[in-house]
T-cell receptor, first 114, second 112 residues
Framework: DAGVIQSPRHEVTEMGQEVTLRCKPI?????LFWYRQTMMRGLELLIY????????DSGMPEDRFSAKMPNASFSTLKIQPSEPRDSAVYFC????????????FGPGTRLTVL | AQSVAQPEDQVNVAEGNPLTVKCTYS??????LFWYVQYPNRGLQFLLK??????LVKGSYGFEAEFNKSQTSFHLKKPSALVSDSALYFC??????????FGAGTRLAVHP
């Protein structure tokens, strides 16, 4: 299994630009989580989906952030417009919803907004 | 409210010595507890979990964790540290939909 796949691995953009981060969960996993990690705030849960439906987006910092999961094998996190304070590493994780299981994390996308 | 605390920002250990990374939790009901490790420029990797049963849980890379209900703790341990164990360690509390509440992380530095 290829694990959770995230793209791009690195993104450098200018303030005001739209940024789209992508995630492909492990096949058969039915829950997907988006996290943000910074030195100052640590690891923050932004939003999570169960069976492609957003369950809790209370961690999304502002309306500039949006996430979608159009099908079981793909999710996006979009920032529009981006700001320098959005610079962070964004992780996607997936999990099988049967029982108490561990989340599998992708390698992350390092976003730098200039 | 559910919460996880990792009281130490950093733990320093000499190679070959035992290590302990501390974690305490707060939850109503039975806890589901996890440890993850993060190496530089990598995603988090699962080490071990406690759901029920034996209070001593064994995991990957020789790590184990001891669940203590009376002290609401779930400390990570290893009998003999390796330099390659140096990383960032996260304790997490499981919730509905397998959501995880993470602690702030503890940086483990193992010195030769």
């Amino acid at each position: 299994d290829a694990g959770v796949i995230q793209s791009p691995r690195h993104e450098v953009t200018e303030m005001g630009q739209e940024v789209t981060l992508r995630c492909k969960p492990i096949s058969g996993h039915n829950s997907l989580f988006w996290y943000r990690q910074t030195m100052m705030r640590g690891l923050e849960l932004l939003i999570y989906f169960n069976n492609n439906v957003p369950i809790d987006d209370s961690g999304m910092p502002e309306d500039r952030f949006s996430a979608k999961m159009p099908n079981a094998s793909f999710s996006t996190l979009k920032i529009q417009p981006s700001e320098p304070r959005d610079s962070a590493v964004y992780f996607c994780a997936s999990i099988s919803g049967t029982g108490i299981n561990e989340q599998f994390f992708g390698p992350g996308t390092r976003l730098t907004v200039l | 409210a559910q919460s996880v605390a990792q009281p130490e920002d950093q733990v320093n250990v000499a190679e070959g010595n035992p290590l302990t990374v501390k974690c305490t939790y707060s939850v109503s009901g039975n806890p589901y507890l996890f440890w993850y490790v993060q190496y530089p420029n990598r995603g988090l990797q699962f080490l071990l979990k406690y759901i029920t049963g034996d209070n001593l849980v064994k995991g990957s890379y020789g790590f184990e964790a001891e669940f203590n209900k009376s002290q609401t703790s779930f400390h990570l341990k290893k009998p003999s540290a390796l330099v390659s164990d140096s990383a960032l360690y996260f304790c997490a509390l499981g919730g509905g939909y397998n959501k995880l509440i993470f602690g702030a992380g503890t940086r483990l530095a193992v010195h030769p």
